[in-house]
């Protein structure tokens, strides 16, 4: 396995931060998976919720959330294991706010389909 270039630069950060990075990091897995079993339950347990076109829609925006969210977990850890090898500001991420108002979204449109299905 090839070792990232940022692992050969600055120095060890303390195992504690790096564990936590790492926890972190399985958090954005752990929410990545919940979308897409979010997704996947939609479609298979509510196909009646609505018009098919919208519920593929609402799936897939889900399922698609999930899995750019587990790219960019990987990506953002290597960006804060480079930031803590290197002494440097831990970067900020505009992703969390896409991901906040991607799934909020998802989540009112839910709400409405619910309460129209009844």
Not at 81 to 93: G, I, K, T, V
């Amino acid at each position: 396995m090839r070792v990232p270039a940022w692992r050969k630069t600055g120095s060890t950060p303390d195992y504690r931060f790096s564990l936590a990075n790492e926890t972190t990091f399985l958090a954005w897995i752990r929410t990545s998976l919940a979308l897409i079993v979010g997704a996947l339950g939609i479609d298979q347990l509510f196909p009646d919720i609505a018009p098919a076109p919208l519920r593929v829609a609402m799936c897939v925006a889900l399922a698609v959330i999930g899995a750019v969210l587990a790219i960019v977990a990987y990506r953002r850890w290597g960006q804060m294991e480079e930031a803590m090898r290197n002494d440097r500001e831990l970067p900020f991420s505009g992703v969390m706010l896409v991901m906040t108002v991607g799934v909020a979204a998802a989540a009112f449109i839910l709400a409405v389909l619910l309460v129209v299905a009844r």
